[in-house]
């Protein structure tokens, strides 16, 4: 079995076709955005659930995996508390100057 739905790749190559997506891409990072990989991702999900092609399995798991390493590759922004300030409950200095 696939690691999502055939109808989930389609869904998002076709989000990522569309004006609104494509605009907002372009805006944020410069250039359209490449949705080849969506639709290779769906045609080899078809590939898969019609003739059973274990490459077509293999490239589709390579491509999650390589979705998954991208997203952890950035750090987050913020430093993640484990605990809240002990003095949390304490009313802000507003009028004080640092």
Do not use: I, M
């Amino acid at each position: 079995q696939p690691p999502r739905p055939c109808e989930d790749y389609r869904w998002e190559w076709r989000h990522c076709r569309g004006l609104r997506h494509a605009f907002h891409h372009y805006y944020a990072h410069g250039e359209l955005p490449a949705c080849g990989r969506w639709r290779d991702d769906y045609e080899a999900c078809r590939a898969w659930e019609s003739r059973r092609a274990a490459a077509a399995r293999e490239a589709l798991c390579e491509s999650e995996r390589a979705r998954v390493k991208e997203k952890q590759k950035y750090a987050p922004v913020w430093t993640l508390r484990k605990s809240p300030p002990p003095d949390w409950y304490l009313p802000l200095d507003q009028d004080k100057s640092n």
